[in-house]
């Protein structure tokens, strides 16, 4: 994918919206448990990848790992945008007003077990179960060493465990 | 069924709208909506930039655009920082307020486009103006394809533009007939502007204040008919004793 980007960035990027975008949208849904700030911090983390790869050179598409970049950009913009809530995308696609909120199997239930997880754990189960991404790249996204990653994916599912047990 | 598996399924599909709200906000597609006009339903479109063309809301207006400008087109509401000001622009033949994306223009032809933008209401300049504004008084020919390639019509106001001896010209939009009809709404006359070019009448002088213009200069309009002196020259004009209008600024 990063060869397609560097070799025709315009022709290339719809496919990698199409490709990074499921995921992207589903981890963010999930972490924020809301449509509408998925959809915008989907749109923006694509918007400001599109702007940055413009500005790539050879040797930075040879070093890039598309998904952790990504998904670093798109824990950036959502601590901003927790910030800055009134902020609105600038351009609102017609075809999606009146668009059904799609859902997941058992949405609303798990967007309530995750709120008993705190923000880092969140990040790392989603990020690691549901996203599907590796331990490594996960420290690459987040900042944080691999062994925290792994302490707070350990420590996010023993908690999820429990939550889900109280519920039967 | 274990917890990992059941987080793995978490994961859908892409909801509708989000490809296409980073297709337009990549600038990758431009946006369109449409709008009423004084010559009918048209199509304007945009991206980040500002206003990128206006065309008739006919049939094929997203090949004709395609085919200019080397973009699909979707639908979808404008920047709402400036995207209320569309109607006004149009309705006013002006861009005001209005970003215009004339990225694709070269720079002379923005610059040109630019001044046919500051061409009042209700008033006409010929081709040799605008090259003449622009410092390029021997580029008339120059403007006269830019203006037919003027890629927002109404919005900037190409109709007001004329032919050099004072003939009505062409319309890129729709046809001479949109032109025609788009002065009368403005309230100039055209057949009045026929009837000057066919008598060779440049420009207008006020023989109390020695002042002349463009016959539709707002200053010669205002002018007791008593007063005013056809000149079939701006020579003949400065010959008679008369100077150059500072509002319209039809040359030596």
């Known amino acids: ?168 | 069924m274990n917890i990992e598996s059941q987080l793995s399924q978490l994961i859908a599909g892409l909801p509708e709208g989000i490809a296409e709200g980073v297709a337009l906000g990549t600038g990758l597609v431009d946006g369109y909506d449409l709008y009423p006009s004084p010559v009918g339903e048209v199509v304007v479109t945009f991206n980040l930039d500002g206003v990128s063309s206006v065309d008739l809301a006919t049939d094929g207006f997203e090949q004709r655009f395609s085919e200019r400008h080397g973009k699909s087109l979707l639908r979808a509401e404008p920047p709402s920082l400036w995207g209320t000001h569309i109607p006004d622009a149009i309705e006013a033949g002006t861009p005001g307020k209005l970003p215009i994306d004339l990225s694709s223009r070269t720079p002379f032809q923005g610059q040109i486009l630019r001044i046919a933008a500051s061409i009042p209401r209700g008033e006409v300049r010929p081709y040799s103006w605008l090259a003449r504004e622009a410092s390029r008084p021997g580029a008339a020919r120059a403007v006269g394809s830019t203006m037919a390639r003027n890629p927002v019509p109404l919005i900037i106001p190409c109709h007001r533009v004329v032919r050099s001896d004072g003939s009505i010209g062409e319309y890129s939009l729709g046809g001479v007939h949109n032109k025609w009809d788009l002065l009368t709404y403005e309230g100039v006359q055209p057949a009045r502007l026929v009837e000057l070019a066919g008598q060779h009448v440049r420009v207008q002088g006020n023989a109390s204040t020695r002042i002349y213009c463009h016959p539709t200069c707002r200053e010669i309009r205002r002018s007791k008919p008593e007063h005013v002196v056809d000149f079939t020259s701006t020579a003949r004009a400065r010959s008679a004793g008369f100077r150059p209008c500072e509002h319209c600024r039809p040359g030596d």
Do not use: C
Request: charge should be neutral; avoid cysteine; aromatic fraction near 8%.
């Open chain 1, 1 to 168: 994918m990063t060869r397609s980007l560097a070799a025709d960035l315009d022709g290339a990027f719809p496919a990698l919206v199409q490709s990074v975008g499921p995921r992207l949208y589903w981890g963010l849904r999930r972490m924020s448990g809301d449509h509408q700030e998925a959809e915008d911090l989907t749109q923006e983390t694509f918007i400001r990848a599109y702007r940055a790869l413009g500005d790539f050179d050879r040797a930075r598409f040879d070093e890039l790992r598309l998904v952790p970049w990504l998904w670093t950009i798109a824990l950036n913009l959502g601590r901003n945008h927790l910030r800055n809530r009134s902020r609105r995308p600038t351009f609102v696609e017609m075809a999606d007003h009146g668009v059904e909120d799609q859902e997941t199997p058992d949405s609303k239930a798990w967007d309530k077990r995750f709120t008993a997880l705190s923000a880092n754990q969140r990040t790392a189960v989603i990020l690691r179960h549901a996203v599907g991404m590796g331990i490594n790249e996960i420290s690459e996204t987040t900042g944080r060493p691999e062994g925290t990653v792994k302490a707070d994916i350990h420590r996010g599912l023993s908690r999820l465990k429990l939550v889900m047990e109280q519920e039967q």
